[in-house]
């Protein structure tokens, strides 16, 4: 919007210049302010890149185009569960929501997800807070070899489809009150209703001569409440919290999320966009043994939670199975599941 009238008015501009200004820098909570949301906040013990990504290439961050695409296929798979058009499940079809967010980019859940993707450590951190709510957490790493044939930017369409792809496995009839099962927990984290901010953060690293993409969403407030609904089953936005800002007008891109009116989305990048430490050294010859598959280990059991949904001590939404994936060109390589060789 431009007005040649506040040019007139230069006071008023540099007030609000001043205050944005203000805005930015009071913006995100200070390390002091992670620290005493919890002791092992992924803020408070970590200040930067972990030495264990430094091994050869390294390309960090999420671009602005990125976190728009995000953001996207979020709220479009959400709004695909919301309106009742999501036919799959064990048994489907899913219900219709009638309270489902749609989400936006959240620059601070976001610098904490970059933050752990940062320490290369395809494991879930202990804590991601943020001073106003308990925050959940999707991750996802690709596997492949050799890393000198890799395009090291991520495709977000991979992880963030493969979380919700495990509707195939959700029953219709558990949408009212989730149970702690491991093989739906990136689904039921994708839709749930209440989650109304998402952040990310990516880091490509090396491993010998793998080469690994790391993804890491975070959710704010996050979902996976033991015996709490994931969203509620009716009309699509008949039920929508007077918290998620909807004015009762449907956003014409996601009918069936609640929201305020506009769609836009703010994607202002305090992650680094894609910087790169190209290799120095030449990529060792000799190929690294493959790394042994092995399950992954299962997270955290349920703890109990409060009437409020906040947990009571360990949150439950750990999400378990974390998908990693093996694949590469030209020659495919597949890794299987989770396989801590990097350690
Ligand atoms: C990786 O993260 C997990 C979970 O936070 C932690 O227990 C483990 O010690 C970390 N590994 C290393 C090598 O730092
Ligand atoms: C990104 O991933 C999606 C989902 O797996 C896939 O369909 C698409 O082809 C990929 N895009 C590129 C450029 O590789």
Known sequence: ??????????????????????????????????????????MCLYSGVSSR?????????????????????????????????????????????????????????????????????????SCRNVPDTYVGQNIYQRSQYPVSAMNDRGNWSEPIYAWYDEVALMAASQVSSYQNREDIGHYTQTVWASTNRIGCGYTFYQDGDWGKKYYVCNYAPGGNYVGQPLYQVGSPRSACPASSGDTGTPDPAYPGLCGPASTKTTT?????????TPT??????????????????????????????????????????????????PSFTDTGTFSPDYF
């Open 1 to 42: 919007m431009r007005s040649s009238r506040a040019w007139r008015r230069p006071p008023l501009l540099l007030l609000l210049l001043l205050l944005l200004a203000l805005g930015a820098c009071v913006f995100a909570a200070t390390r002091e302010q992670f620290c005493s949301l919890c002791q092992r906040h992924t």
């Open 268 to 276: 202002t990048n305090s992650n680094p966009a894609a910087s790169s």
């Open 53 to 125: 990504c430094h091994q050869g290439r390294l390309v960090r961050g999420v671009s602005p185009a990125e976190q728009q695409a995000i953001v996207d296929l979020t709220n479009q798979l959400r709004n695909r569960v919301a309106l009742g058009q999501e036919w799959r499940g064990s048994p489907g079809r899913q219900p219709p929501a009638a309270n489902m967010q749609r989400v936006a980019w959240d620059e601070e859940v976001a610098s904490v997800a970059q933050r752990w993707a940062d320490q290369c450590n395809y494991s879930h951190d």
């Open 280 to 329: 120095g050294a030449a990529i060792p010859a000799a190929a690294a043994a493959a790394p042994a598959a092995g399950p992954r280990a299962a997270g955290t059991p349920a703890a109990g939670t409060t009437a409020a949904g906040i947990p009571a001590s360990t949150p439950t939404n750990v999400n378990f199975g974390d998908n990693t994936v093996g694949g590469g060109f």
